[in-house]
Every structure is written in structure tokens, then in C-alpha cells.
């Protein structure tokens, strides 16, 4: 059995669709804006309760940027809402200026990140997000698990003054986290204590982290579940808390294993603490076309994978 | 808000941020005197008659007009004309392009520089950047005017044509858009480098109400400013293609595009001040 119940399944895309509308309800000042996408968004119920404070830019997500980094003098808090793909390396030098450099309240919220976008293939699933948005100076990154968790960031970024990038995706994934647990901006959640490795997951991957967990306890280890829902700003001192325990680390993410979120965790341990460290991401390629279980087994991101890079990890450990 | 200036008070100070101009750029040896002496009249114009602004400057700008500059290299003239409308110390142009400095070589808000509401320098983004704060404006029930600034090379970023595609259809009609058409840019004349052809019956077709005017008159330019505020509220966004001389003011910076982003040495500045009347006191 693993440590959480399944509660039920939706995709995390669906999550923000709620989260907008009740951060709209909760405040006038908060604006939408998409690119032609409202329905993969699932921005329907935002649009319908508040079609004067939506904005349809149509399929030009550079001028979005600028509208959205224009909304907030005035005092709005504009949620961009497109594929994540067209919400980052296709927007890049306009975020960096206009929204990152500018220090403006723009919260881009990027759906389909990933391989689990699935067949649409790898023109549309970016791995590389994460890595260029954390890059840039003043910008939080966020990365929810699943549905509940993902409802919960969108209503907690409406809430924070600042740039922020929101990442959630496609598949309709088991949603675990129950609506009373805390999200706090820039906070770790642990999820399974444990003594034998640190498990560190975002995304889609805290699901199958939690699952690994469950291989990892009958082969009689004990791995401690960390979910990373905020990539940047880190939490270093609940990575370090828990490596000072367990002795060695994995990072589990559906992104480019250069420049992700297992990437920062290094920094993290290198700087303060170095120990072993496994990645569990994707190594240095372009996606393909498939269904998300498909992909996730190909390109090494899954449960499996994850009981893998953890077993190399307390090997490693054992052999310092 | 200060009172409006007359043409000769306006010319007056025009005089004097050509001066800042060339001494900013001659300082450090680096930056654009052409295309902020071919837009001078212009600042001068709007931040000295035109605008509905507080130098004690507020972001949100709540009813306020608005300023925005998408051709961020030409900060000198943007820098001088805050200054001497009291958004920050004249002797603050001292600093121009130099460490530690809140008046970056291309705008910056990351210093907080009073005046300034949006990084640019990276062409073609401010169009969108206005039309967000049209759009802002508009839900906030404030009809006050956003005015944009673009170059004219700059029309030949792709996110410029998104955004004047945009504001149309969204009937953004308190938004006055200006290009510095001097045809010139960095490599040569727009027209060799990249024609732009016919911006008027371009912005026509993309449904914006089109204005022309002479951006080195300064009469013209009041004239052109009143003719786009009469044309606002119509459903209709206006763009003033405003003819400009590269350089004007200072004889040998003019009719050609050397000048764009080079600093004169000492006997060129003093040949340049020679020619512009010191009327409010260098910084």
C-alpha cells in the first residue's frame, strides 16, 4: 500500500481552471489571458464569470507577455495562460525584459509541460522550461503535483506580489493531496518521513516518487518523500535537513536533467553538504509522440526508475 | 501637474536636452545622440504640454496619461526630459551609462528611476506593454491617454505587428502611438535594409485611424498631438508616423545614420554645444 490514498483523478490543467476562478473571486484585480488556448487551459469558468477582466490575444504569445506586463500598471494581476512550450522559450527575451527585469506582478501559468503532453509529440513538449525560467533573476517557479496541489498554487500566487512561473500539464494524473494540506510558496511538503534516502520530486514525478516508496519499503528501505512544488525559490533547508539524515539524494522531474529542478538540489548539496545524488530526468533529448505511461517508462521517469536512482544512491553512499 | 509652456518655452527647453543629450553621451563615451536629437521636440512636447503627469510619480499612474518608450536606446532624451519635469535631479544625468547608476544605458525600472514603468531596449515590446496598460485603464474606467514611442526600424519586429493587430480589435482608442520615422537604422536606411513600404496604408489595413506630422516642428507636433486626442474615443487606436531628422539640432549629426549609437569626441561635443543654446543651466 502506498502512504497516500488515491482520492481521485483529474489533470492538474483542471486545477488551475478552478484556482483562477476563485482567485477572480477572491480579488477584482486579478485579469486572465490567453492565446487562443481557453479550453486546453481550462479557463472556461474564469471567462464565463468574468468576461470583462478576459483577455483572447489570440495566437501571439509574445504581445500576451506585453499586455500582461502592461496590466499591472494599473494595478491587475494578469494570469497568461498557453502551452508551456509557448509560454517560455517562445516568449523568452519578453519575459526577461518586460516581466522578469521590469519586476512586474505577471503570473504565467503553462499547461502541457513535459512528455506526458504526449502525442502531440516533442515540437510541444518542452523540457527545458523550468531550467530557463529559474534562470532568471526575481522569478518563483512552481511546479504542483496534482489537481488539489495545483489549485492551491494558483490561489497562493494571486497572493504574492511578483513574477511567478506555473507549471502543470495534461494527463489526468491520481490526485492525493488532500485540500487541508498547506501549501506555502517556496515550502517543501514531506510526504513519507524516512532514513535510507531522500527522495526530492516535482511535478507529475511526486506521484510516482510515492510509489517508488511503497517498492522501495518492501525491498526493507526507507526512502523519505519530499515534494519540491517550488523549484525556485528553494527549499535548501528541508533538503538539507533531510540529506543530513538520510546520507543521499534523488531528484525526480519530468524536465531536462540539465538545468531542472535535480540541478538546483545539487547546487544545493555541493555548496553545503555534498553527498550522492541521483537524477531521475530526462537525459539530454528531445521527446516523441506516444501516451504519457508510454513516454514516462522510455524516457526514464517513473516509479521503477525512481527505485533505480535511489538504489545507486545508497549504494554510493555505502561505498564512501 | 505643471502648467502648459508655449512653443518658444518649449523650443527653449528643447535647446537644453539637445545639450544634456550630447554632453550624457560625450561622458561616456557611449549611447545613441541620433535618434534622442530627432526626438527631442517630441518629449519635449508631451511631458512639457501634452501629458496629464505627476513627477512626484506614482506606477499604477491612476489618472494620469502615460508614457511609454519601446525604442529604449534613445534613454538620453527620455532621461533629460523626466529630469527637467522635476522626476528626479538634473544632476542625475551625470551618471548616464556609469556604475552604479539608476539611468541605465537603456531604461530600467530595476533602480527604480522615477518616470520610468518598463525596461526597453530589446525592440518591439512596448506596443503590447501600452496596450496592457490601455487595457488596464479601460477596466479601471480611467480615460486618460497612453501614448507609445516606437522607431521606425523597429517595425521590422514580428511582436509589433501582433500587437497593432491587437489594439484595433480591441478598440483601444485612448492609445496614441508615435514612430520616429527617420528611416535610418544602425546598418543603413530602413530602405535598403529592410524596406519598410507604406506604413500608412500598412496600420490603415490593420484598422488604426493613421495621422502624419513633422516631428522637428514644434508647432506641428502640438498640432499633431491635438489632431490625435480629437480622433481618440472613437474606436479607433491612432498612430502618429511622425517624419524626424536623425540628429536634429546639431548640423553634422543630421541626415544620416552614423550618429545612431556614436558618442562625440571632444571637439565635436564642443562643436555640437556651439550650436544649442544653454537656456535652464547644464547638469
Known amino acids: 500500500m502506498t502512504k497516500f490514498e488515491i482520492l481521485g483523478k483529474n489533470d492538474t490543467r483542471s486545477g488551475f481552471g478552478v484556482g483562477l476562478l476563485e482567485a477572480g473571486q477572491q480579488n477584482p484585480n486579478v485579469v486572465a489571458l490567453c492565446a487562443d488556448l481557453i479550453g486546453s487551459l ?18 501571439a504569445e509574445a504581445n500576451m507577455m506585453g499586455i500582461a506586463a502592461g496590466l499591472t500598471i494599473g494595478g491587475k494581476i494578469p494570469f497568461t495562460g498557453t502551452f508551456a512550450n509557448f509560454s517560455t522559450g517562445r516568449v523568452y527575451d519578453q519575459i526577461r525584459q518586460s516581466i522578469a527585469y521590469s519586476g512586474k506582478n505577471v503570473k504565467i501559468c503553462a499547461s502541457h509541460a513535459g512528455v506526458t503532453l504526449g502525442e502531440d509529440g516533442a515540437t510541444h ?36 506580489e511578483g513574477p511567478v512561473y506555473l507549471r502543470f ?19 517543501a511538503l514531506k510526504l513519507v518521513e524516512g532514513s535510507d534516502v531522500s527522495i526530492f520530486a516535482t511535478g507529475h514525478l511526486v506521484w510516482e516518487a510515492v510509489l517508488a516508496e511503497e517498492i522501495l519499503r518492501e525491498k526493507g528501505i526507507s526512502a523519505e518523500i519530499i515534494n519540491i512544488h517550488t523549484i525556485k525559490p528553494l527549499d535548501e533547508k528541508a533538503i538539507l535537513d533531510s540529506v543530513a539524515k538520510t546520507g ?53 521517469l517513473n516509479a521503477a526508475h525512481i527505485v533505480e536512482a535511489a538504489l545507486k544512491a545508497i549504494d554510493r553512499k555505502r561505498k564512501k | 501637474m505643471a502648467e502648459k509652456k508655449s512653443v518658444a518655452e518649449l523650443k527653449a527647453i528643447a535647446s537644453q536636452v539637445r545639450r544634456d543629450i550630447v554632453r550624457m553621451v560625450h561622458s561616456c563615451q557611449s549611447g545613441h545622440p541620433g535618434g534622442s536629437l530627432g526626438c527631442t521636440d517630441f518629449f519635449v512636447a508631451l511631458y512639457f504640454h501634452e501629458m496629464n503627469h505627476d513627477p512626484k510619480f506614482n506606477m499604477d499612474a491612476k489618472g494620469e496619461d502615460l508614457f511609454f518608450l519601446s525604442n529604449g536606446h534613445i534613454s538620453p532624451v527620455f532621461y533629460s526630459v523626466l529630469a527637467h519635469s522635476g522626476y528626479f535631479p538634473v544632476k ?3 551618471t548616464f551609462r556609469k556604475i552604479n547608476s539608476r539611468l541605465q544605458g537603456h531604461p530600467a525600472t530595476h533602480e527604480h528611476l522615477p518616470g520610468i514603468r518598463i525596461a526597453s531596449g530589446s525592440l518591439g515590446q512596448g506596443l503590447s506593454v501600452a496596450i496592457g496598460a490601455a487595457e488596464a485603464k479601460r477596466l479601471n474606467k480611467d480615460d486618460s491617454y497612453v501614448y507609445v514611442l516606437m522607431g521606425d526600424g523597429e517595425q521590422q519586429e514580428g511582436q509589433v505587428w501582433e500587437a497593432a493587430m491587437y489594439a484595433p480589435n480591441h478598440k483601444l482608442d485612448h492609445l496614441i502611438a508615435t514612430i520616429d520615422w527617420n528611416g535610418q537604422q544602425i546598418d543603413g536606411p530602413t530602405a535598403k535594409i529592410n524596406d519598410l513600404r507604406d506604413l500608412r496604408a500598412k496600420y490603415e489595413a490593420f484598422g488604426w485611424e493613421v495621422i502624419e506630422s513633422n516631428g522637428n516642428d514644434m508647432a506641428g507636433i502640438l498640432a499633431a498631438l491635438q489632431k490625435a486626442k480629437s480622433l481618440a474615443g472613437k474606436g479607433k487606436p491612432i498612430m502618429n508616423l511622425m517624419k524626424t531628422e536623425m540628429g536634429a539640432g546639431v548640423d553634422f549629426m543630421m541626415g544620416s545614420h552614423k550618429w545612431h549609437g556614436v558618442a562625440p569626441n571632444d571637439e565635436q561635443l564642443a562643436e555640437a554645444l556651439g550650436q544649442l543654446e544653454e537656456t535652464l543651466g547644464d547638469y
Open chain 1, 42 to 59: 481550462k479557463m472556461d469558468a474564469f471567462i464565463k464569470e468574468f468576461p470583462e477582466r478576459f483577455f483572447q490575444v489570440g495566437i
Open chain 1, 125 to 160: 513538449q518542452i523540457l527545458e522550461d523550468i531550467g530557463m525560467m529559474k534562470m532568471l533573476p526575481g522569478m518563483t517557479v512552481i511546479n504542483p503535483c496534482d489537481y488539489n496541489q495545483t489549485r492551491q498554487a494558483t490561489v497562493a500566487i494571486a497572493k504574492y
Open chain 1, 169 to 187: 500539464g495534461r494527463p489526468k494524473v491520481p490526485i492525493f493531496i488532500k485540500e487541508d494540506m498547506p501549501f506555502v510558496i517556496g515550502k
Open chain 1, 248 to 300: 543521499c539524494a534523488v531528484s525526480a522531474e519530468e524536465h531536462q536533467m540539465n538545468g531542472g529542478l535535480g540541478d538546483s538540489i545539487a547546487q544545493t548539496l555541493a555548496t553545503h553538504n555534498p553527498l550522492p545524488q541521483e537524477y531521475v530526468a530526462v537525459k539530454d533529448s528531445f521527446g516523441e509522440s506516444g501516451v504519457p505511461e508510454q513516454l514516462m517508462e522510455k524516457y526514464g
Open chain 2, 92 to 94: 542625475e544625468l551625470a
